[in-house]
């Protein structure tokens, strides 16, 4: 038979000593005979405080009946375990019987056992009670000191509490020992006592302590300036930035302090910090605020939320906002823009012209923006004819960038052009370049050297510019140009500028280059590629050559076999987070159309979503298919 621990012998003796039924008696008492020696104070001992410590405090204070009832002498140490029992379960009859015992066998002045009755008195409410059995200690250590603050903060005695503080530091003896806990209880006792400049003294003490750094004083005391009516933003703020790992209720806190202090935009760039780790339960705390219906904040709400590819949140925001202004709806288009969801950017525009806002500048540059990521010309132009006549916007740079975008990628280039020659204001680099763009596409050479000739007027040190224009000769077969092209780049120097993808796990920033051979964990991304690789294949992948120029130099060859940052970082997204889970990356250049054809068939593989942002615009990789529709 399997001899049962000593703790469950004990805990079965005590019910044992409480149990009706004769069996139970009988079978408990002959196991407890048999294996423990009931006289044993020690196990009754660890077995109440283990219990205690378990939160099982009934069975606790059961085990603690239980030994009296063997007329067990109980000792210095059985008391404070008991006394936590019932303070846990504020039972303060138990409580007061096991002071009155505590009494009778006189621990009730020794310091553990004062410490105890204190925290079951506050806890009970009965805060005079822990008051007296303070007063009645011969000695006191720090635990009592803390024990009877937090008490009083307990009980909303904050005056009390601050004042037994700073007895405490007049006490005499250098209280080294006072540990985060009373700090914060005393902290939080100051926040409530509107005496002037007692924060800052308490915030004193803690930074002489070094106890600022730790998240629960740090988070107190930033709570303490948020509540006080002295400003003190600035200090708040230090606090703030000084906290090791900061919490949600720290960034909670600072949010408070700066939109108490009328700082919404402060208040929001603390919410902006933290949109990717822990955006939602900042944002609740917004709307708990009532910040949300602040129209600037709510509209910077949908902003950010766009921003980071959430456009659904966005418009729950949006749809839950009372006070829409121009800025509101012009976000929210915007965003649906951005991420190619052109089709309700068009039908929420009229909703919003319907409604009595009247749109604005920055409107219709979102609205020809969403028509030129969905290649919709026809809207495009209708909107762009009307914005002058009808709502008495004159077009400027970013219109015009927009429908040279449009008409170009959807193969109107004459009409792209003659457009650009009618602009009243001198046509800006952006233009020029997304006519470069587009005659790529179209393989319009000609064309492609009046833009590059402009281009060039404006920065000839831009290196796309010239691998642009390489690459159309090349497509044309025109190699001696390509050969002249390449020649004047080097002879400039003109590199370009590698592409490299960002990926954030965990609050971790992790980076990829082309080719990258420095991740640590190099070796499994190329495995994990290589499998994946097996799988596109079997998916009918055929590597996209077109990207990749006929007549490349050695070393760009090389470079075109070698892997792409982004494939690294979607790879590693997958490897790195739960099944199901949306890998989110930020490439600094555009994504080649291989990488974009891989990432669509591994969405539909994996069965993931991929948000991509490269330099141009969102890509939302979902089952096969991509928000941009191929389009970018
Ligand atoms: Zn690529
Ligand atoms: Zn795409």
Not at 271 to 293: A, P, S, T, W, Y
Not at 470 to 489: L, N, P, Q
Not at 493 to 505: I, Q
Request: hydrophobic share 40%; glycine share 6%.
């Amino acid at each position: 038979m399997k001899v049962p621990s000593k703790k469950t012998l004990f805990s079965s003796a005590s019910r044992l000593l409480h149990t009706e039924r004769q069996t139970d008696r009988q079978n408990l008492t002959t196991l407890f005979n048999r294996y423990v020696d009931k006289t044993d104070v020690f196990s009754w001992n660890s077995v109440i405080a283990d219990l205690a410590r378990s939160n099982d405090s009934s069975e606790a204070l059961r085990a603690f009946s239980s030994m009296r009832k063997l007329s067990l002498h109980p000792n210095r140490s059985t008391f404070p375990c008991a006394i936590k029992a019932c303070s846990s379960l504020l039972d303060l009859f138990s409580g007061k019987q096991t002071h009155q015992q505590a009494f009778v066998f006189g621990y009730h002045s020794d310091v553990f056992v004062s410490s105890a009755l204190i925290v079951m008195y506050s806890a009970c409410g009965e805060v005079e009670d822990a008051r007296k059995v303070f007063d009645e200690m011969p000695e006191r250590n720090i635990v009592c000191w803390t024990s009877m603050i937090r008490g009083y903060d307990l009980n909303g005695n904050a005056f009390d509490a601050v004042s037994l503080f700073k007895e405490l530091l007049l006490d005499g003896r250098d209280h080294e020992d006072v540990d985060s806990k009373g700090v914060v209880s005393v902290i939080s006792a100051c926040s409530r006592v509107a005496a002037k400049g007692l924060t800052e003294s308490i915030h004193g003490f803690v930074v002489k302590r070094g106890f600022e750094r730790g998240v629960s004083v740090g988070n107190t005391l930033l709570d303490a300036y948020a509540k006080g009516r002295e400003g003190g933003v600035a200090v708040a703020r230090k606090i703030f930035d000084e906290i090791v790992g900061k919490d949600s209720v720290s960034y909670n806190s600072i949010m408070s302090v700066y939109a108490q202090n009328g700082m919404s935009s402060e208040a929001f760039d603390v919410f902006r910090i933290l949109m990717n780790d822990k955006g939602k339960c900042v944002h609740d705390q917004v709307v708990r605020m009532g910040l949300e219906d602040d129209v600037v904040v709510g509209t910077s709400i949908i902003d950010m939320y766009c921003k980071c590819g959430r456009v659904e949140a966005a418009r729950k925001v949006f749809d839950r906002m009372r006070k829409k202004n121009v800025r509101t709806w012009t976000a929210m288009i915007a965003g649906y823009g951005m991420h190619g969801h052109a089709v309700k950017a068009l039908e929420l525009f009229p909703v919003m012209i319907s409604s009595g806002v009247r749109p604005n500048y920055i409107t219709f540059v979102s609205v020809l923006a969403a028509c030129s990521h969905a290649g919709l010309h026809v809207e495009g132009w209708r909107w762009f004819n009307l914005m002058k006549g009808r709502f008495g916007v004159e077009p400027g740079l970013e219109h015009y960038g927009c429908m040279v975008d449009l008409l170009g990628r959807a193969g109107y280039l004459q009409k792209a052009y003659d457009l650009v020659l009618t602009m009243k204001m001198k046509p800006d680099s952006v233009i020029w370049s997304s006519l470069l763009a587009a005659c790529r596409i179209h393989k319009n050479v000609e064309l492609a050297e009046i833009s590059v000739a402009r281009l060039f007027e404006l920065d000839s040190s831009n290196c796309g510019y010239y691998m642009l224009l390489s690459h159309i000769y090349a497509d044309a077969g025109r190699w001696k140009d390509v050969e002249r092209v390449r020649t004047v780049m080097k002879k400039r120097g003109l590199v370009k500028p590698p592409g490299f993808s960002l990926l954030e796990l965990n609050g971790e920033v992790h980076v990829f280059l082309i080719g990258d051979e420095e991740h640590p964990k190099r070796d499994e991304i190329y495995e994990f590629l290589e499998e994946l690789n097996v799988k596109l294949l079997e998916a009918g992948y055929v590597s996209n050559t077109a990207s990749v120029c006929h007549d490349v130099d050695e070393e760009e060859k090389e470079m075109t076999l070698r892997v792409h940052s982004e494939k690294l970082a979607v790879a590693f997204g997958i490897m790195s987070t739960v099944p199901g889970a949306t890998v989110s990356v930020v490439k600094n250049l555009r994504v080649c159309s291989d990488c974009h054809d891989v990432i669509k068939l591994i969405s539909k593989i994996v069965d993931r979503e991929f948000v991509v942002r490269d330099a141009k615009r969102f890509h939302h990789f979902k089952n096969g298919v991509c928000s941009c529709g191929d389009y970018w």
